[in-house]
């Protein structure tokens, strides 16, 4: 086995197996990851130019009263001061190029991780085409998304998180980002910060805007439509604005992409060209152990099918199955049927080989899904009185999304020795021959040829473990296949998407307002599944036979003797070589899966915004409050079709999906404290807290009530300069999937502590445990954890999650330099308390591990087999505890300038930069208090950075962009660099993960502090993704002030992922996948 030295373990199985894997262990939309607005202050405004698109209108929302409203706080102010850090951006900046994503333009912000973007969407099942955002990358569930600071329905039935695709960006007018726990502002989920999306009140007229463009290599069109019409009426006192838009992604498909989407990608394209240690972890020899290559395949699989010997005994006693230096060979069927010998070069440790015809799983898929989205909005107010001012905001949106995943596979783990018995003291082929990947020696699709060639391989080994030559103990063999003539495996998503906000505010006296709001929300998703392969049909059609009455190829089923299991529809199925399956098999063996989800939010929010102007005022201005209530109810449901929750598919199987509504009844305040102003070295200081009550109520579910509160510091010595400072305990409750998730079919690598090898490497507890659960004295595992199925599913008792966070800030805006203006932020976010999914070995370990089987993780753990095995249909069940730990620090950097001149020329520059200090999980659920480093490795760069400026002169305006990655680690912190880390009782020095210590290891105090060695200091000649800077140009015309053309283009120098990465995956997305990019388009006014 291939032994890869990952981010995130000491080591991680065959890189092929792991590739086969993705494919199987794909999760629900429902999965949770753990992953993990504001106004513009005045101060920080360095003059307006809408037609700048580095400069911000500003930030706050102005009120009839014309005090004003900035994201972070429900206060209405008489300026854009703002305690908590705040980025905004303005629509015109964000969509200053060529992406028609407005969560894709997002996650390029330097604040925001690219966990969930159009380019890798497609990881998980049921997410092609989904946008979700990640503040400081603590996880999309744990980034609140508003729309003009209410809540909107989610985009994944079952828990919160928006879908940025549904928000329309014709009316947009500015995003807010507000760093920091906000959950006493806001509620649940603000626990990274708030997104707060700000459409425009006024809109009058009517715009049309369209804009197109295309790769450079000819793909990737991009289209988009807008309309949009605005109108107000009664002397102002009312408006009404409408817009629809339409736009169009189209795919691009991995082999247009040579480049980036081979076989292996990133760190999994270095081979292992040094020997390691006896352990196979570590050598620090200076020899790097590890090397780039290109072209790499898989040695045990391939398109037309492999037949996979295993070089035990030597060459010598296995002269086909072993080259002469004792290494496996492979054995593949050609495209005529023939199974032919492939000596490649193997790479110690590894499956891979360079050359040959083993798979190449790369160039299969969509690197960018097909993507049609249909946005409907309307937004509408008129003001009554002074008292009431109905308001009204309602869409409708529709995305349709179509990607293609890797071919199904076959992959026959049953040791290729058939229906021999008792070898290892159990069948091989799970005793049962007839498997879809075992193969009987009378299959007549086999060629005489490849028979006896097949027949001799088995016949050998056979011989190697004592059998006697020619004994026929052998009855057939295993192949493993990649399916590529199976037919795309394709997923078509259409989600709908409605909202609707009704509401009314207005004054009570003077100094009190109010604000009442209905909003409710809907979101479908079908979800069909092409080509999902039918296990039961597979088996029947794999299982062929020649009809001795007709001499026709049919199944063995409807020509034994048993007619209760006779299938008319089974059409035989020939696997060997290349286009070999028959229309008329693929049919019997495929189907279509769906999956069909829903959810609801309905949520009725109401507050009072008063001050102490009518009895009295500090120093600095009266006192400011705020006291509301909330009530918000979420459902949700989804449900597969009945096949495919059967398990029985390719498919994995899920449950269905019906959990008890989630209701949850909330009170919050906010109150400021002016307490001076305008005096000498004095200018400001105001001190403000918020706080809220939430009580949960979700059907059996024990959230109970949560508290969530925060403090605020504003202090400026002179104009020109102002200190901000913010305390924050916020909360994320668990949602329903959290809690009722149901029971989910799932595969993995299970590393069994019971094992001989393991038994005795963890605390005494481990040795009695595993024999009082009738493991025999030297089990060994090996072969039997491979691929081992288990279940996953929610848990009630789950709690909220907690967080402290702790922002701290200066905002400096000088008098002498008009225009100008910097601040700098400090960040520091603790998440306590974290819901996480305990990893199946994780189940395993803290079972037997334990000081008796009596616990709940033991629960978990089905029956074992007679020998000891685990359950291979279903060894146990994971679920959700609170117990790992979030950590985030950092700097935000936000600079900018402005200048006009005389003539009317404009020049302007702005810069945002995050520099991350800290960025750390703690996720073992076995030591909870080993750190897992996150900062610096792959999609979390420790530096990041954007530069925009642009120079107008005239009808002409030129723009410049810079986006700037810093490098990041190839193969993991830990990898390269120590750590330090407590020590835990039996396990010696702690790795990452649930990885039991070896033979010899040294041993600690448990708890005692310990530094932990790096993994492997000289794993690869490169430690690190070299960093990237892309460029962009765009060019504006205004022919008249009411048509204006634009023309640019993005990754300027064609810029590919480093190393061969694809951009499409859970960290590689950071980088652009399509390279040089051009557009075009126009906005008409009338």
């Known amino acids: 086995m291939r032994k890869i030295f990952n981010q995130k373990g000491r080591f991680s199985a065959s890189a092929g197996i792991v590739a086969l894997s993705l494919a199987a262990l794909a999760t629900p939309a429902y999965a949770q990851d753990v992953d993990p607005d504001e106004d513009e202050d005045e101060d920080q405004q360095v003059g307006v130019d809408e037609s700048d698109p580095t400069t911000v209108t500003p930030g706050g929302e102005t009120e009839p009263s014309g005090l004003i409203v900035v994201s972070g706080s429900r206060i209405q102010r008489p300026n854009l001061d703002s ?138 069109g991009r289209y988009t439509a807008a309309i949009a019409a605005g109108k107000n009426f009664a002397d102002g006192r009312g408006n009404i604005a409408a817009v629809a838009e339409y736009s169009k992604i189209n795919r691009v498909l991995n082999v247009q992409r040579p480049e980036i989407s081979g076989a292996f990608i990133g760190f999994e394209g270095f081979v292992q060209i040094d020997d390691l240690s006896d352990e196979g972890i570590t050598n620090s020899d200076g020899i790097p152990d590890f090397e780039l290559r290109d072209g790499l395949r898989l040695d045990f699989i391939s398109d037309g099918g492999t037949l996979r010997p295993f070089c035990i005994f030597g060459a010598a006693v296995q002269p086909l199955a072993c080259d002469a230096d004792g290494n496996d060979v492979q054995f593949r069927f050609t495209p005529t049927g023939d199974l032919v010998r492939e000596d490649n070069l193997n790479f110690p440790g590894t499956n891979n080989v360079q050359g040959g015809t083993g798979s190449d799983f790369g160039t299969i898929g969509t690197l960018i899904p097909d993507i049609e989205r249909y946005n409907i909005n309307l937004l509408g107010r008129f003001d009554i009185s002074d008292a009431v001012r109905p308001y009204v905001e309602a869409k409708y949106a529709r995305i349709e999304a179509r990607g293609a995943g890797t071919p199904s596979f076959l992959n026959g783990i049953c040791g290729n020795l058939g229906g021999a018995v008792g070898l290892f003291g159990r069948n091989e082929c799970f005793d049962e021959p007839a498997t879809p990947t075992f193969i009987s020696f009378d299959n007549p699709f086999l060629t005489p040829a490849a028979r006896a060639t097949a027949e001799a391989i088995q016949d050998e080994l056979l011989v190697g473990f004592g059998f006697p030559p020619n004994s026929g103990a052998a009855t057939g063999f295993a192949i493993n296949r990649n399916n590529i003539d199976f037919g795309a495996r ?122 102490s102007s009518g009895f009295f005022e500090l120093p600095g201005g009266p006192i400011r409050a705020v006291l509301g209530g909330e009530y918000r109810k979420e459902t949700a449901s989804s449900r597969p079709d009945d096949l495919s929750a059967t398990g029985n598919t390719f498919f994995n199987a899920f449950g269905t999906f019906s959990p008890p509504d989630l209701e949850i009844v909330e009170a919050f305040g906010e109150i400021e404290f002016p307490l001076l102003a305008n005096l000498p070295f004095a200018d400001e200081l105001t001190v403000s807290a918020a706080g809220r009550v939430s009580d949960y109520n979700s059907g059996g579910g024990q959230t109970g009530t949560v508290y969530s509160y925060n403090g605020n510091l504003v202090y400026s010595p002179i104009p020109d300069l102002r200190f901000r400072a913010n305390y924050s305990r916020a909360v994320r409750s668990p949602t329903l999937s959290d809690l009722f998730a149901p029971l989910t079919q799932n595969f993995g690598f299970l590393n069994d502590p019971c094992d001989d090898e393991t038994i005795n490497l963890g605390p005494a507890s481990r040795l009695i445990n595993c024999r009082a659960d009738g493991v025999p004295e030297g089990y060994d595992a090996d072969g039997i954890t491979s691929n081992t199925g288990f279940r996953q599913r929610g848990d009630e008792a789950l709690k909220a999650e907690i967080s402290d966070s702790y922002t701290v800030g200066a905002i400096f805006e000088p008098s002498f330099l008009p225009g100008f203006a910097a601040s700098v932020d400090y960040y520091d976010i603790t998440v306590e308390n974290v819901i996480s999914q305990l990893p199946a070995n994780a189940v395993l370990a803290l079972c037997y591990d334990a000081t008796s089987l009596q616990n709940r993780f033991c629960d978990q753990v089905n029956p074992r087999e007679p020998e000891g095995d685990l359950n291979q249909d279903n060894a146990l069940t994971t679920f959700p505890i609170n117990f790992a730990r979030l950590e985030a620090e950092g700097i935000d950097f936000d600079v900018r300038y402005s200048k006009t001149f005389d003539n009317d020329d404009r020049i302007s520059f702005r810069a945002l930069a995050t520099h991350v200090l800290k960025r750390t999980n703690f996720l073992d659920s076995t030591n909870p208090n080993v750190p897992n480093v996150v900062r610096g490795e792959l999609g979390d760069p420790e530096w990041a950075v954007n530069f925009n400026a642009s120079y107008r002169t005239g009808p002409f305006t030129l723009s410049y962009g810079l986006r700037f990655l810093d490098k990041q680690f190839i193969n993991g912190f830990e990898t390269t660099n120590s750590f330090t880390a407590a020590c835990v009782e039996g396990r010696g020095t702690p790795g990452v993960g649930v990885i039991p210590r070896t033979e010899g290891s040294p041993t600690c105090t448990p708890g005692e502090l310990i530094v932990v060695p790096a993994i492997n200091p000289d794993a690869t000649a490169e430690e690190f993704y070299e960093e990237r800077f892309y460029h962009s140009l765009r060019g504006n015309v205004r022919v008249s002030d009411d048509f204006s053309f634009y023309a640019g283009v993005d990754n300027l120098t064609d810029q590919a992922p480093p190393l061969q990465l694809t951009g499409s995956g859970g960290g590689s997305s950071i980088y652009d996948n399509i390279g040089r990019y051009f557009y075009a388009g126009f906005t008409a006014n009338f």
Not at 145 to 171: M, Q, W, Y
């Open 490 to 611: 394709t997923d078509v998503l259409k989600r709908e998407t409605y909202r609707i906000v009704v509401g009314v505010e207005g004054d009570i006296s003077s100094n009190t307002r109010y604000d009442i709001s209905f909003n409710y929300g809907r979101f479908t998703s079908s979800l069909a599944a092409t080509n999902n392969l039918v296990f039961a049909n597979l088996q029947n059609a794999v299982d062929a036979v020649r009809d001795p009455a007709t001499g026709n190829i049919v199944c063995r089923i409807n020509a034994d003797a048993d007619a209760t299991n006779d299938d008319p529809a089974c059409a035989p199925l020939n696997l060997f070589g290349v286009g070999a399956p028959s229309a008329a098999a693929l049919d019997y063996i495929n189907t279509d899966a769906t999956l069909d989800d829903k959810a609801q939010q309905y949520n009725l929010l109401g507050f009072v915004n008063t001050d």
């Open 83 to 220: 305690p908590v850090p705040v980025t905004s951006v303005a629509a015109e900046e964000l969509l200053d190029d060529g992406a028609l994503s407005l969560g894709d333009a997002l996650n390029d912000l330097p604040s925001l991780r690219s966990t969930f973007s159009t380019s890798n969407s497609q990881r998980f099942i049921g997410t092609t085409g989904v946008n979700f955002l990640d503040l400081r990358g603590l996880g999309t569930s744990r980034t609140l998304v508003l729309v003009n600071n209410r809540r909107h329905v989610t985009g994944s039935a079952g828990d919160f998180r928006v879908d940025i695709n549904t928000i329309p960006f014709e009316l947009l007018e500015r995003t807010d980002v507000v760093t920091g726990g906000s959950s006493a502002v806001y509620g649940s989920d603000a626990i990274a910060g708030v997104v707060n999306f700000i459409t425009k009140r006024d809109f009058e007229g009517l715009e049309i805007s369209a804009q197109s463009g295309i790769s450079e290599r000819g793909d990737n």
